[in-house]
């Protein structure tokens, strides 16, 4: 089975991966190859910090390697917090200061579209490969749900009346920006085996 580091420190973002992945892909977590450091993720761009963190891990250890970077962009707020997402309270930020902030900075706006962007990122000798995954939806005002993470509880997406973090995490993993993205990514590995 084909062997690929996914280097991200984030339990969440590994699971919901693995079960797109399941038995087709081997994936190796950052644990697995025993790296414990921090991924420098200094670009202005989502799609910049998933090349930057691809490229980090396969320079180190010289094995294919695919990254994701994630941003939510709110059309009120000209695509703000966007690569920002992570910090947009500050340097360390919880989930729920970001959503507070969030819903503070979107007072009074009638326009509540939003998108979650993915870019994942794939690094091996021979290339760099991105793959998107885009969802739209709406924020709403107050939080609901206590499933998923970050910006979940006021994210709906198009099409349903729940929140992300009122879904289950097999609805949510079917439909996400992520989903997509890895879908993408899983299609690419598959209909190119090595
Ligand atoms: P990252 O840089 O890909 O880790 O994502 C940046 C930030 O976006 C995270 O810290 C979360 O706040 C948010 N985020 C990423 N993916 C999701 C998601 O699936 N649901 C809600 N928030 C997310």
């Given at each position: 089975m084909r062997e690929i580091i996914f280097a991200t420190n984030n339990q969440h973002k590994l699971?919901?991966?693995?079960?797109?992945?399941?038995?087709?892909?081997?994936?190796?977590?950052?644990?697995?190859i025993g790296f414990d450091g921090d991924i420098p993720?200094?670009?202005?761009?989502?799609?910049?910090?998933?090349?930057?963190?691809?490229?980090?891990?396969?320079?180190?250890?010289?094995?294919?390697?695919?990254?994701?970077?994630?941003g939510l962009e709110v059309e009120a707020l000209?695509?703000?917090?966007?690569?920002?997402s992570a910090r947009y309270a500050g340097e360390?930020?919880?989930?729920?200061?970001n959503v507070i902030k969030l819903l503070d900075a979107l007072k009074g706006s009638t326009n509540r579209k939003a998108r979650f962007?993915?870019?994942?990122?794939?690094?091996?000798?021979?290339?760099?490969?991105?793959?998107?995954?885009?969802?739209?939806?709406?924020?709403?005002e107050t939080a609901r749900g206590n499933s998923g993470f970050g910006y979940d509880p006021v994210f709906v997406p198009d099409g349903y009346y729940?929140?992300?973090?009122?879904?289950?995490?097999?609805?949510?993993?079917?439909?996400?920006?992520?989903?997509?993205?890895?879908i993408k990514l899983t299609k690419y590995l598959l209909d190119n085996l090595r």
């Open positions: 699971e919901e991966i693995t079960s797109i992945t399941k038995d087709r892909i081997n994936l190796l977590s950052l644990k697995d993720e200094t670009s202005d761009s989502i799609e910049g910090n998933a090349i930057q963190k691809a490229a980090y891990i396969f320079d180190r250890f010289a094995k294919e390697c695919f990254a994701d970077d994630t000209n695509g703000a917090p966007g690569v920002w360390n930020a919880t989930y729920q200061d962007k993915t870019v994942i990122a794939l690094k091996n000798s021979e290339e760099t490969i991105t793959f998107e995954g885009i969802i739209n939806g709406q924020i709403i729940q929140t992300f973090a009122e879904m289950s995490s097999e609805l949510k993993n079917t439909i996400s920006h992520r989903a997509l993205a890895t």
